[in-house]
Structure formats: C-alpha cells, structure tokens
C-alpha cells in the first residue's frame, strides 16, 4: 500500500485543520491507517487510527476531544480533522498502513508509511 498524506502548513492557535491520507495499490479491507506524529525534538507518537474493515477508531488519551479520525471509502482516503490547534501540535504528521494483529499504536505493525506532512501553529 502506498500512502499519501496532505494538509499540513502554518495554522493560528485555536484553528482548525484536516490532513487526508489517500491510500493506493491494494485493497484496504484488513488495513488499519494510522496517524502518527513527530513533534521537534520528541519521538514519534501514534495518535489516531482506524481499521477499515469495520470503522473502528483509536485515539492516543492526548488528543481524545480534539482529534477526529475518519474514512472515505470511496476515494480511499483516511482524514484527521484536529480542532482548537495549539503550538504543541506542531510537528510532523504521518500516515501508516499495515494489517495489525498487535496493537494499534505500535510503529512496528506498519509497513508502508507516508513522507509526511508539517503541520506549525503559530500566531
């Protein structure tokens, strides 16, 4: 599976934002698609996922209220719509895709990973 994410740029504390992972080159039924992020200086964090086949979500508790995970079937495309941004946020996000027989939010059940996209909150 390749993935592809997008959305990311210089938002204002408090706005909001949606970044799309669009996935391609096979099937994404067994596929869970995984958020992750990697903020300066920290180490990459899982924060948001979903498994395809049934729509179930995973949230990291540090952005449960905030952060919204979401798919598109159609367009094979997984969204993370965050709210009420703050300059913590900034970091780099990525876009995973493995089938996941572990947990959700351990970097080693994905295979295929995204370039990434910056998000910097910034007044």
């Known amino acids: 599976v390749q993935v592809v994410e997008s959305g990311g740029g210089l938002v204002q504390p408090g706005k909001s934002v949606r970044l799309s992972c669009v996935a391609s080159?096979?099937?994404?039924?067994?596929?869970?698609i995984t958020w992750f992020r990697q903020a300066p200086g920290k180490e990459r964090e899982a924060i948001s996922g979903i498994k395809y086949s049934d729509g179930r979500t995973f949230y990291a508790d540090s952005v449960k209220g905030r952060f919204t995970v979401s798919r598109d079937n159609a367009k094979n495309t997984v969204y993370l719509q965050i709210e009420n941004l703050k300059p913590e946020d900034t970091a780099v996000y990525y876009c995973?895709?493995?089938?996941?027989?572990?947990?959700?939010?351990?970097?080693?059940?994905?295979?295929?990973w995204g370039q990434g996209t910056h998000i910097t909150v910034s007044s």
């Open positions: 080159g096979h099937a994404l039924d067994y596929y869970t």
């Open positions: 995973a895709a493995g089938i996941v027989y572990g947990s959700w939010n351990h970097g080693l059940e994905y295979d295929d």
